[in-house]
C-alpha cells in the first residue's frame, strides 16, 4: 500500500509533468479526490512518457534544422592534440556550458586536425540539451545571405539565424569574400554579439583577416567582438585525414 507521504510526493511529480506539457492542474485535483494509487501511478506514466517523446521529437527537429553535413559525436574524439585556454575545461565543452553562457570559441589550426569534427560534436550535443544550432560553411552562409539580399529576403533569413542559440561558421577564411559579403557577414557578426554562442573554424591568423575580408577594420571590429567573449582553441599535430590515409597505403 503506498503511504500518504509517496502519493502526494507523485501528485506533485504529476502537477510538474501538466506543467511542462501545458496541462491544467484539473488532473492533480482528479487524483486527490478519486483515484486510486495505481490510477495515479499509470497517469504519471503516460504523462512521463508523453514527455520524453515530445523531447525526442523536438530533439530530432532541432538536428535536422541545425544542418550538419555529416553526424559527429564527442565520444571517442581525440583530446590530445587539442590544447585549451586556461580559462576552458573540457566539461564547459562537453556540457555546453559555454553555450549558456554566450561565449564563443575560436578553433585555429592546421587543416584535417579535427575542427571541423570537433566544431559539429559541440553542436551535436547541443541539439541534444534543447538548445537550436545552425551551421554553415561561411562561404555557404555568404552566398545565401547575398541571395536573400537580392530577393529582398534578407531580414527574414536573418530572423532564422537570430534564432539559434549556437551559430557555427565553418572554414572561415578558407574563401575570399568580397566587400559585400563582408558586410552581410559581420551584420551576423555583430548581430550574434552576446546574444548567442559563435564557434568557428579557422586555419587563418587574425593578423590575416583583413586580407581574406577586403577590409582591415572590418576584420579587426569581427576579432574584438569574437575575443571579447570567447576563447581560441589550438589545434596541433599530424592531419588526421593524411594519417589515415598513409594507413591503408601501407
Not at 127 to 139: D, H, I, K, N, Y
Request: aromatic share 8%.
Amino acid at each position: 500500500m503506498m503511504a500518504a507521504k509517496e502519493r502526494e510526493a507523485l501528485r506533485d511529480e504529476i502537477s510538474a509533468l501538466c506543467k511542462r506539457l501545458i496541462l491544467s492542474q484539473r488532473a492533480v485535483e482528479l487524483c486527490a479526490q478519486e483515484a486510486t494509487p495505481r490510477q495515479e501511478e499509470f497517469l504519471h506514466r503516460v504523462l512521463s512518457e508523453e514527455v520524453e517523446n515530445r523531447e525526442r521529437s523536438r530533439r530530432t527537429r532541432l538536428m535536422n534544422r541545425a544542418g550538419f553535413p555529416v553526424y559527429k559525436t564527442l565520444e571517442g574524439y581525440e583530446r590530445h592534440g587539442v590544447k585549451l585556454p586556461a580559462s576552458l575545461e573540457w566539461s564547459d565543452l562537453t556540457d555546453a556550458l559555454f553555450v549558456r553562457a554566450k561565449r564563443n570559441l575560436v578553433l585555429y589550426g592546421p587543416v584535417g586536425t579535427g575542427k571541423t569534427h570537433l566544431a559539429t560534436a559541440l553542436g551535436v550535443r547541443a541539439c541534444e540539451l534543447g538548445m537550436a544550432v545552425r551551421f554553415f560553411t561561411v562561404a555557404d552562409l555568404v552566398m545565401r545571405l547575398s541571395e536573400a539580399k537580392k530577393a529582398g529576403t534578407l531580414e527574414r533569413l536573418s530572423k532564422d539565424i537570430s534564432r539559434a542559440d549556437l551559430l557555427i561558421l565553418d572554414e572561415w577564411g578558407y574563401v575570399p569574400v568580397d566587400r559585400e559579403g563582408s558586410q552581410l557577414l559581420f551584420r551576423v557578426i555583430a548581430d550574434s554579439y552576446e546574444s548567442r554562442s559563435l564557434v568557428i573554424t579557422t586555419n587563418l591568423e587574425f593578423s590575416k583577416w583583413g586580407s581574406v575580408f577586403t577590409d582591415d577594420q572590418m576584420a579587426a571590429a569581427m576579432i574584438d567582438r569574437l575575443a571579447h567573449h570567447g576563447h581560441l582553441l589550438l589545434f596541433e599535430g599530424e592531419s588526421y585525414r593524411m594519417k589515415h590515409a598513409l594507413m591503408k597505403q601501407r
